[in-house]
């Protein structure tokens, strides 16, 4: 009888011991701050965020060169804000401008933004539809070694859907932070991306230096790990998804 019992128990064990240990849900979140290299008392606030903040900095900017150089000694990834229709100014792309004119633009776009890894679109609902423009785009930035964000300000928007067509590394943004400039709503936003998170694995925040944006994220970032998120580098993110979209942004991973 003894030897019955032992032999169960012993099998029981042995079970437990090969059985698959649980793996649990992992739930990240990556973060952008767009609009940077206006001000540099206040973008130096972005820098002092506890983790991996992108700096989007745009390049018609007074303190564009210098705020890249500070963020990228402060370890942050720093990507272009590529101004797009309707945004305006010297380097703004807009539909019906010759490939050569928007090629240029680009040019010195990154030359006045230094030690970019990859880029992101600044407005752009009209210049984000176009296709050719798009698909040239993603050419351009593949040549270059460069990521592509898309900011997703149009839901006409073909740019992550180029990018994945050529295999450029490329991820999309989930939630607005601060459409509305409250403490409140900017809060129920980051409630919302880290419930969308939680649902789906991974979640893109895009916000902007504004006081009440900065003032939520210095007081709820640091409790993210608590929340069980895991805040990671977009970098990270875009190896996390593996340029596939996100139910939101396509079907069966495929970008619409």
């Not at 965020?49 to 989007?56: C, D, K, Q």
């Not at 979209?245 to 079907?251: D, R």
């Amino acid at each position: 009888m003894r030897f019955t019992l032992a032999l169960a128990l012993l099998c029981c064990l042995t079970g437990a011991a090969h059985a698959a240990p649980a793996t649990p849900h992992k739930a990240y979140l990556s973060l952008i701050i767009d609009d940077l290299g206006q001000n540099l008392p206040r973008d130096r606030r972005v820098l002092a965020l506890p983790g991996p903040v992108t700096a989007a900095v745009m390049p018609d900017t007074p303190h564009a060169a210098e705020f890249a150089r500070e963020a990228h000694k402060a370890g942050k990834i720093v990507i272009l804000h590529m101004p797009m229709d309707p945004a305006t100014g010297p380097f703004a792309w807009h539909p019906g401008l010759p490939m050569d004119e928007l090629e240029k633009r680009l040019d010195a776009a990154f030359k006045a933004v230094p030690y970019t890894s990859g880029i992101n679109n600044h407005m752009g609902s009209r210049m984000t539809s176009q296709q050719p423009a798009m698909a040239w785009l993603m050419g351009n930035l593949q040549q270059r070694h460069k990521f592509f964000v898309d900011s997703r300000t149009s839901a006409q928007t073909v740019a992550a859907a180029e990018a994945q067509k050529i295999g450029l590394a490329s991820v999309s943004r989930d939630v607005f932070l601060d459409d509305v400039r409250t403490e409140q709503a900017i809060t129920t936003q980051l409630e919302t991306a880290i419930k969308l998170a939680h649902k789906q694995g991974s979640a893109v925040m895009i916000g902007h230096p504004y006081p009440q944006t900065l003032a939520v994220l210095e007081r709820e970032l640091p409790k993210l790990k608590a929340q069980g998120i895991e805040w990671i580098d977009i970098k990270q993110m875009i190896g996390v998804r593996s340029n596939k979209a996100m139910a939101g942004h396509g079907k069966d991973g495929v970008y619409r």
